[in-house]
């Protein structure tokens, strides 16, 4: 918790001084310069609030199977998938092997949100999906990153 005080700390250290600097600069370029650090730092929390906005009075009920099989495949699918083709291929390096298996099994990321709302389709879906394979990879992850230290310890 206190690191991630800290890179708040950073982070809104750095949105005060670009707007300051964009007020105060008398360079237009310096001051679209400082207007982009204000907007990358209120980037993250607007996707995010957006997203959690998304999720209130999602049924979850009635898409049951749609969000099994997505987290399904997310989650055990595709870093076996990762695991096959990696295994496979001749004279790669242990630690590429165990880094590709461990980004396969992530939870779906928070861009595919950003994406399905630019696209005004599936975004009630893709914001129970991220919530859903985020919870469950709490615990997967975890236990990917546990059977991959045996492997690279037996490999």
Known sequence: MVAQNIGFAIIAAMMIVGA?????TSNVVHAALWLVVVLAGAAAPTALF????????????????????????????????????????????????QTAILFACLPVAA?????????????????TSIMLTTLIAS?????????????????
């Open 139 to 155: 615990v997967s992850v975890p236990a990917t990153l546990y059977a991959l230290t045996m492997l690279g310890k037996a490999g």
């Open 111 to 127: 861009n595919v949100f950003a994406l399905s709302e630019f696209y005004q389709a599936y975004s009630g879906r893709t914001a």
């Open 20 to 24: 300051l600097r964009v007020v105060t």
């Open 50 to 97: 957006a997203l959690g906005i998304t999720l209130v009075g999602q049924p979850i009920r009635s898409a049951r199977a749609e969000l099994g099989t997505i987290t399904v495949l997310k989650l055990v699918i595709h870093p076996l998938l990762m695991a096959a083709v990696m295994l496979t291929m001749p004279g790669l390096d242990m630690l590429w092997i």
